[in-house]
């Protein structure tokens, strides 16, 4: 039973360009968090997502972030236009229900030059 | 609003030794409080959690206990052992959005010395 898979582990962007992360849930998982960890800090909730409906994104900063959970495929965190202040670790999390126990992937760990 | 203020930030012990991390969170309607380690360059593991029903819960050398009342929670880990260090983090969700989202708080770095 694999758990909450992430790709790529690490990526590179030239500011402005576009960064997409993948995240596959747990088996059985139609949960989906997404948090952003900036180095030495803890992690900031970003949006919670069901299949195909986003439930909380008051995390989420109100330009150039998006996130999608289709009814078929992984959940993607899109970052248009990325700046230098974007670089950091990016984690998704899965739980069976809204009010059970959340599994986290290993992130992605996203740097902007 | 929503806030968890923990605990030290960083914790040295011998091994051997026991270490206690404390959080405080500000939302009363908190229900579920889950504790992470994280090992460098990973993703956060859930190594306990416990719910607001019950003020404490033990899983071999690691608890947890909870005071409702005061708004705090504790992590004890006890006979520490050198692969206990990692950064831990305390969280809280349940509360007023009650979506499931985690509020973190903001780590303690643990060091435990052979």
């Known amino acids: 039973n694999a758990g909450v898979m992430q790709n790529p582990r690490h990526l590179v962007r030239r500011r402005g360009q576009e960064a997409r992360l993948r995240c596959s849930p747990m088996?059985?998982?139609?949960?989906v968090y997404w948090y952003r960890q900036l180095p030495e800090e803890g992690l900031k909730f970003m949006v919670y997502l069901q299949k195909e409906n986003i439930i909380d994104e008051s995390g989420m900063p109100k330009e150039r972030f998006s996130a999608e959970f289709p009814k078929e495929g992984p959940s993607i965190l899109r970052i248009q236009q990325v700046v230098r202040g974007d670089s950091a670790a990016y984690f998704c999390?899965?739980?069976?229900?809204?009010?059970?126990?959340?599994?986290f992937g290993q992130g992605t760990r996203l740097t902007v030059v | 609003g929503e806030n968890v203020e923990q605990h030290p930030s960083t914790l040295s012990v011998q091994e051997g030794d026991s270490a206690v991390i404390k959080c405080t969170y500000s939302d009363s309607a908190s229900n579920y409080f889950p504790w992470y380690k994280q090992e460098l360059g990973k993703g956060p593991q859930l190594i306990i959690d416990?719910?607001?029903?019950?003020g404490e819960k033990k899983d071999q050398r690691i608890a947890v206990t909870l005071n409702k009342t005061a708004k705090h929670f504790s992590l004890h880990i006890t006979e520490t052992q050198p692969e206990d260090s990692a950064v831990y983090f305390c969280?809280?969700?349940?509360?007023?959005?009650?979506?499931?989202?985690?509020?973190f708080g903001q780590g303690t770095t643990l060091q435990v010395k052979p």
């Open positions: 088996k059985g998982h139609s949960h």
């Open positions: 999390a899965s739980s069976q229900t809204g009010n059970t126990e959340a599994f």
């Open positions: 969280a809280e969700a349940g509360g007023s959005s009650n979506t499931g989202k985690l509020i």
């Open positions: 416990i719910r607001s029903n019950v």
